[in-house]
């Protein structure tokens, strides 16, 4: 029946119309330039009030209302009312978010309004045309007005079979579950556990619009409001849905945007996607991909932020140890004979005002100090310097205050010089790639084995941060430098379960008042190497008492066939009933499933299944595992003469609609008509934890119809014949040490004898690890996989022998380069040389261990120095010598190496080494014992002859003295 023939088209066509025609007027009024007298900010601010509604009746125009309600109150008779998605008040339109609009979201018998509900209509219009006007629920005082029967097909469901591209608002199909959780009070954080397609995203941006219409003022506002999601791929899949609510303000980010705007833009670190990438990549070995899983869950973990509170206490507490003098002022008032004064205080004193400031994040606590002590101590300065100032004029004594106040700022500077602000990328480096550091603030947080694999995949300079270090360094920013005063009033985190627990400790410092919405399914969590695994586990990442959990089971993307399909898979690998989701009644074609033979098949079966699909349906996706098998299909297809796709591997794309061929883990959160699954076979999704995961997200994409296609064995997981899959513990196993004596690890590892492991243990200063009688055997892979092209020379188990000094002439070569720079007059120089020497003294016992021969006493000359570290450094560098960090040492015995008149300067980047982790340290009885951290033997080498180095952080290398030119070795070789 036509929507003409509704008893109620006249009435709503003629509100409609007479609507379009008052907002065509408004417009007029508002928009020719107006002059407003000479008041030029009341003219903007007036202008801003103007525009700003504009582009709310622009907006309304688009659809005006999506529903009309007629109610009947006792004291003040009949009325109606509509509502839409912008309110227009003299228009009886009201905002859906209005309490006028509950109505439209609960049941009659369900509110409490004295007002009765006589009709309410559901309506679609299209600017200023009426579409279709459907019965929601009609009061039996009206029925006979009504021919109910012939409109009360539900809008939801007639909407349902439209096609999907991106998501769009849901003002008039809104559910009363849905509209429940949209209008729940803010000051909560709200967790929505939602299936797929449930319409959790779409809640999340309705309760954001929502909230600004009810809560909107000074402090709640849509700039302070944050949205985050998993890549822009989504963002731009919902980016229509606030718009159309009328907000367009609210910052939506990526996580990725939000850390890098955190972190600052140099940052580079792989997205979570490459981490996923990374962990599916079967050409990296076992050992490291099972390394790889346990670090992210161990760098993520609330444990984690545990270990950075006490590395930056390690640190604070460094500082307060280095202050040791009294401090004291001595100021002069140039040009005034007599006029000087002096003020003091000493060590304890300024220790205590750094206590009093220890609250404060570690990289201002040194200017509140300055600052505590500039207010101090300039006060008695000029109580000393009053007769003197009282004689002056104004304008000179001000002058005069300014002198005493930078002249005390200055030495207090000069006093807290060795005090510098912490790089929170270098100190996140030198944390993890300081073993024995690592293993003194990771004591009880984690086993010695978790600390010693967390050093293996330490981050340098060279390499990007991986997605799992992300939270810890956000969370060590806000320790070093705070949250730079934002906050946010309410935060909503879509894709919640993929985040980490120290993402939350972080976001938490960020909320105002811990008000968020945080929407996920534990179902889809594929990160699990990083993610949620239960909800009640932000609980103490939060800082909360409670959640407010919603459980969202119904469905309403996929028709009920597609639904079940997905339901199957879960019911074979154990998900209880009550966990899977809940299909809508609607109806589908059934899911195909096709086994080809050979790859040119397999294309052309794709080709013609998705261009014989109806043209309605114009949202598909053809969905492989991996970016590289999506890279591999396109060309196949290209090749088969079919060009008409989008290639959709980069997660910050857009999508254009049509065909698109796309990766499993980038379509978390999307939705299309039709999804094609390319590689459901056995190797690609094996029966793991993490592949029941990702398939579930692949099968849950689709809205009408699922296309499985593969080659070879079907997956375990979609294997009908077989109703129970048990899972593989696969990169989960990891997780368990799995414990072994070094002879047990030796057995089942034929080629190579137990004393072998045993003596590349001792080389790499890693006995440590088996002092309870057993080793991790993940952790042992781990180490033997990164033992250098050195240790495979060495196979049959022989000890390698001593190495030798160069040849004469390079020894004379070498000779007259060091005599050369050391008669240089030119500072830098001499410096660079202290450098050489410092080096040359923290690896006296690796060139005794190497066997060459080391006085135990004396003065070494610089010559013989330079020697023996090139001779050093060529036998690494031919792979002849593994670096190792030798016996401990001491500052003493280290400096006697150096020249005095070089010692200071040598005694100074010592320290400086030692701050940014390449220095160990250890307490031997009385006595502090020190050595060169094993990662970072061959760049302390290379940089004290002078060579190119890669670890180095730039800012540190910037700022070492550096020789003219490296140590040549070459030379005489080449001309002999």
Same mark, same amino acid.
């Given at each position: 029946?036509s929507?003409?023939?509704?008893?109620?088209?006249?009435?709503?066509?003629?509100?409609?119309?007479?609507?379009?025609?008052?907002i065509?007027?408004?417009?007029?009024?508002?928009e020719?330039?107006?002059?407003?007298?000479?008041?030029? /900010?009341?003219?903007?601010?007036?202008?801003?009030?103007?525009?700003e509604?504009?582009?709310?009746?622009?907006?309304?125009?688009?659809?005006?209302?999506?529903a009309?309600?007629?109610?009947?109150?006792p004291?003040?008779?009949?009325?109606?009312?509509?509502?839409?998605?912008?309110?227009?008040?003299d228009r009886?339109i009201y905002?859906?978010a209005?309490?006028?609009?509950?109505?439209?979201?609960y049941?009659?018998?369900?509110?409490?309004d004295?007002?009765?509900v006589r009709?309410?209509?559901?309506?679609?219009?299209?600017?200023?045309?009426?579409?279709?006007?459907?019965n929601?629920?009609v009061?039996?005082?009206?029925?006979?007005?009504?021919?109910?029967?012939?409109f009360?097909?539900?809008?939801?469901f007639?909407?349902?079979?439209?096609?999907?591209?991106?998501?769009?608002d849901?003002?008039?199909?809104?559910?009363a579950?849905?509209?429940?959780?949209?209008?729940?009070?803010?000051?909560?954080?709200?967790?929505?556990?939602?299936?797929?397609g449930?319409g959790?995203?779409?809640?999340a941006?309705?309760?954001?619009?929502?909230?600004l219409?009810?809560?909107?003022?000074?402090?709640?506002t849509?700039?302070n409001?944050?949205?985050?999601?998993?890549n822009r791929?989504?963002l731009?899949?919902i980016?229509?849905?606030?718009?159309?609510?009328?907000?367009?303000r609210?910052?939506?980010?990526?996580v990725?945007?939000?850390?890098?705007?955190?972190?600052?833009d140099k940052?580079?670190?792989e997205s979570?996607e490459?981490?996923?990438?990374a962990?599916l990549?079967?050409?990296q070995?076992?050992? *490291?991909?099972?390394?790889?899983y346990?670090?992210?869950r161990?760098?993520?973990?609330?444990q984690?932020?545990?270990?950075?509170?006490?590395?930056i206490?390690?640190?604070y507490?460094a500082i307060?140890?280095?202050?040791?003098?009294?401090?004291?002022?001595?100021?002069?008032?140039?040009?005034?004979?007599g006029a000087?004064?002096?003020?003091?205080?000493?060590?304890?004193h300024?220790?205590?005002l750094l206590?009093?400031?220890?609250?404060?994040?570690l990289?201002?606590?040194?200017?509140?100090?300055?600052d505590?002590?500039?207010?101090?101590?300039?006060?008695?300065?000029?109580d000393?310097?009053?007769?003197?100032?009282n004689?002056?004029?104004?304008?000179?004594?001000?002058e005069?205050?300014?002198?005493v106040?930078?002249?005390?700022?200055?030495q207090?500077?000069?006093?807290?010089s060795?005090?510098?602000?912490?790089?929170?990328a270098?100190?996140y480096?030198?944390?993890?790639?300081?073993?024995?550091?690592l293993?003194r603030?990771?004591?009880?947080?984690?086993s010695?084995?978790?600390?010693?694999?967390l050093?293996?995949?330490?981050?340098?300079?060279?390499t990007?941060?991986?997605?799992?270090?992300?939270?810890?360094?956000?969370?060590?920013?806000?320790?070093?430098?705070?949250?730079?005063g934002?906050?946010?009033?309410?935060?909503?985190?879509?894709?919640?379960?993929?985040?980490?627990?120290?993402?939350?400790r972080?976001?938490?410092?960020?909320?105002?008042?811990?008000? *968020?919405?945080?929407?996920?399914?534990?179902?889809?969590?594929?990160?699990?190497?990083?993610?949620?695994?239960?909800?009640?586990?932000?609980?103490?990442?939060?800082?909360?008492?409670?959640?407010?959990?919603?459980?969202?089971r119904?469905? /309403?993307?996929?028709?009920?066939?597609?639904?079940?399909?997905a339901?199957g898979?879960?019911?074979?690998?154990?998900?209880?009933?009550?966990?899977?989701?809940?299909?809508?009644?609607?109806?589908?074609p059934?899911?195909?499933?096709?086994?080809?033979?050979?790859?040119s098949q397999?294309v052309?079966?794709i080709i013609?299944t998705?261009?014989?699909?109806?043209?309605?349906?114009?949202?598909?996706?053809v969905?492989?595992?991996?970016?590289?098998?999506?890279?591999?299909?396109?060309?196949?297809?290209t090749?088969?003469?079919?060009?008409?796709?989008?290639?959709?591997?980069?997660?910050?794309?857009? /999508?254009?609609?049509?065909?698109?061929?796309?990766?499993?883990y980038?379509?978390?959160?999307m939705?299309?008509?039709?999804?094609?699954?390319?590689?459901?076979?056995?190797?690609?999704?094996?029966?793991?934890?993490?592949?029941?995961?990702?398939?579930?997200?692949v099968?849950?994409?689709?809205?009408?119809?699922?296309?499985i296609?593969?080659?070879g064995?079907?997956?375990?997981?979609?294997?009908?014949?077989?109703?129970h899959?048990?899972? +593989?513990?696969?990169?989960?196993?990891?997780?368990?040490?799995?414990?072994?004596?070094?002879?047990?690890?030796?057995?089942?590892?034929?080629?190579?004898?137990?004393?072998w /492991?045993?003596?590349?243990?001792?080389?790499?200063?890693?006995?440590?690890?088996?002092h309870?009688?057993?080793?991790?055997?993940?952790? *042992?892979?781990?180490?033997?996989?990164?033992?250098?092209a050195?240790?495979?020379?060495?196979d049959?188990?022989?000890?390698?022998?001593?190495?030798?000094l160069?040849?004469e002439?390079v020894?004379?070569?070498?000779t007259?380069?060091?005599?050369?720079?050391?008669?240089?007059?030119?500072?830098a120089?001499?410096d660079?040389?202290a450098?050489?020497q410092?080096?040359?003294?923290?690896?006296?016992?690796?060139?005794?261990?190497?066997?060459?021969?080391v006085?135990?006493?004396?003065?070494?000359?610089?010559?013989?120095?330079v020697?023996m570290?090139?001779?050093?450094?060529?036998?690494?560098?031919?792979?002849?010598?593994?670096e190792?960090?030798?016996?401990?040492?001491?500052?003493?015995?280290?400096l +006697?190496?150096?020249?005095?008149g070089?010692?200071?300067?040598a005694e100074?980047?010592?320290?400086?080494?030692?701050?940014?982790g390449m220095?160990?340290?250890q307490?031997?009885?009385?006595r502090?014992?020190?050595?060169?951290?094993?990662?970072?033997?061959?760049?302390?080498?290379e940089?004290g002859?002078?060579l190119?180095?890669?670890?180095?952080?730039?800012?540190?290398?910037?700022?070492?003295?550096?020789?003219?030119?490296p140590?040549?070795?070459?030379?005489?070789?080449?001309?002999r």
């Amino acid at each position: 029946m036509s929507v003409q023939d509704h008893p109620y088209y006249e009435h709503i066509s003629r509100q409609l119309t007479d609507t379009f025609a008052w907002i065509g007027k408004r417009l007029d009024e508002l928009e020719p330039p107006i002059a407003y007298g000479g008041d030029r /900010y009341a003219h903007r601010a007036l202008q801003k009030q103007n525009l700003e509604e504009i582009e709310k009746l622009k907006l309304s125009r688009q659809e005006l209302f999506s529903a009309r309600i007629d109610l009947e109150d006792p004291s003040e008779g009949q009325e109606t009312i509509y509502v839409g998605k912008v309110a227009l008040p003299d228009r009886r339109i009201y905002s859906w978010a209005s309490p006028f609009a509950r109505q439209l979201y609960y049941r009659p018998d369900e509110t409490t309004d004295t007002a009765k509900v006589r009709l309410i209509l559901n309506i679609t219009v299209d600017n200023d045309r009426l579409c279709e006007i459907y019965n929601q629920y009609v009061d039996a005082s009206v029925e006979d007005e009504l021919v109910q029967a012939q409109f009360t097909d539900s809008l939801l469901f007639r909407l349902l079979q439209e096609s999907h591209g991106k998501l769009r608002d849901i003002v008039a199909t809104i559910q009363a579950r849905q509209y429940r959780i949209i209008q729940s009070p803010h000051d909560q954080v709200l967790v929505v556990q939602g299936a797929p397609g449930s319409g959790k995203t779409s809640i999340a941006l309705h309760r954001v619009a929502y909230l600004l219409y009810n809560y909107q003022s000074e402090t709640f506002t849509a700039q302070n409001i944050l949205i985050l999601g998993p890549n822009r791929l989504f963002l731009g899949h919902i980016s229509g849905i606030l718009p159309s609510l009328g907000q367009r303000r609210v910052p939506q980010k990526t996580v990725d945007e939000w850390t890098t705007e955190l972190l600052g833009d140099k940052l580079v670190f792989e997205s979570q996607e490459e981490s996923l990438e990374a962990l599916l990549d079967v050409t990296q070995s076992a050992a *490291m991909r099972a390394m790889r899983y346990r670090n992210a869950r161990n760098k993520s973990s609330l444990q984690m932020g545990v270990l950075i509170d006490r590395y930056i206490q390690s640190i604070y507490a460094a500082i307060l140890g280095r202050i040791t003098n009294t401090f004291t002022c001595n100021c002069q008032l140039q040009g005034l004979r007599g006029a000087n004064a002096t003020v003091e205080r000493s060590a304890d004193h300024i220790r205590a005002l750094l206590e009093s400031v220890q609250n404060r994040p570690l990289n201002v606590r040194r200017e509140a100090v300055e600052d505590l002590l500039l207010r101090d101590l300039g006060r008695e300065l000029l109580d000393q310097l009053g007769s003197y100032l009282n004689s002056l004029d104004a304008q000179s004594r001000q002058e005069r205050e300014r002198e005493v106040r930078e002249q005390l700022q200055r030495q207090l500077r000069q006093y807290f010089s060795g005090w510098n602000k912490e790089n929170v990328a270098i100190a996140y480096r030198r944390l993890l790639r300081t073993p024995s550091l690592l293993r003194r603030l990771g004591e009880g947080l984690f086993s010695d084995g978790d600390l010693e694999l967390l050093t293996q995949d330490a981050p340098t300079n060279k390499t990007p941060f991986q997605f799992s270090d992300l939270a810890a360094l956000m969370y060590l920013k806000l320790g070093l430098e705070g949250a730079d005063g934002v906050g946010y009033a309410h935060i909503v985190v879509d894709e919640a379960q993929d985040l980490t627990p120290l993402h939350f400790r972080v976001l938490q410092a960020y909320s105002r008042s811990s008000s *968020m919405t945080l929407l996920g399914d534990l179902s889809q969590g594929i990160y699990g190497h990083h993610g949620i695994e239960h909800w009640s586990s932000l609980l103490d990442a939060l800082k909360v008492e409670n959640l407010v959990p919603e459980n969202l089971r119904e469905s /309403y993307r996929s028709t009920r066939q597609i639904i079940e399909f997905a339901n199957g898979m879960l019911a074979r690998v154990g998900v209880a009933a009550e966990d899977l989701a809940v299909p809508l009644s609607r109806p589908g074609p059934t899911p195909t499933t096709h086994r080809l033979q050979q790859r040119s098949q397999l294309v052309a079966n794709i080709i013609s299944t998705v261009t014989s699909e109806p043209q309605k349906w114009s949202a598909i996706a053809v969905i492989c595992k991996t970016a590289a098998a999506c890279r591999l299909l396109a060309s196949d297809l290209t090749a088969a003469g079919f060009t008409d796709y989008q290639l959709l591997v980069d997660r910050n794309s857009q /999508y254009k609609g049509a065909i698109a061929i796309i990766p499993s883990y980038l379509t978390k959160g999307m939705e299309f008509d039709v999804v094609l699954v390319a590689d459901a076979d056995a190797e690609t999704y094996p029966p793991d934890a993490l592949h029941v995961k990702l398939l579930y997200v692949v099968l849950t994409r689709a809205a009408h119809a699922l296309h499985i296609r593969w080659l070879g064995a079907v997956t375990p997981l979609l294997d009908q014949q077989h109703p129970h899959v048990p899972l +593989q513990p696969v990169l989960e196993g990891a997780l368990n040490p799995q414990l072994q004596t070094i002879s047990e690890y030796a057995a089942v590892r034929p080629g190579r004898p137990m004393d072998w /492991y045993v003596e590349r243990l001792a080389q790499m200063d890693k006995l440590r690890l088996l002092h309870t009688g057993k080793i991790d055997a993940h952790l *042992m892979d781990v180490i033997m996989a990164g033992y250098t092209a050195a240790s495979s020379a060495n196979d049959n188990g022989e000890a390698e022998s001593a190495i030798e000094l160069f040849d004469e002439d390079v020894q004379q070569f070498l000779t007259q380069q060091a005599e050369l720079l050391n008669q240089s007059d030119e500072a830098a120089v001499q410096d660079a040389l202290a450098i050489t020497q410092l080096v040359y003294g923290l690896l006296r016992n690796q060139l005794r261990s190497a066997g060459l021969e080391v006085a135990d006493e004396g003065q070494v000359p610089l010559s013989r120095q330079v020697i023996m570290l090139a001779t050093l450094a060529m036998a690494i560098q031919r792979g002849r010598l593994i670096e190792s960090a030798g016996r401990w040492t001491t500052r003493q015995v280290v400096l +006697q190496s150096v020249d005095k008149g070089r010692r200071a300067v040598a005694e100074r980047w010592l320290a400086t080494l030692e701050q940014h982790g390449m220095i160990e340290s250890q307490e031997a009885g009385q006595r502090r014992q020190i050595r060169i951290v094993t990662t970072w033997v061959r760049p302390v080498l290379e940089l004290g002859l002078g060579l190119p180095t890669e670890l180095w952080d730039r800012e540190l290398l910037d700022s070492i003295p550096h020789l003219p030119k490296p140590f040549d070795v070459a030379t005489p070789q080449a001309t002999r």
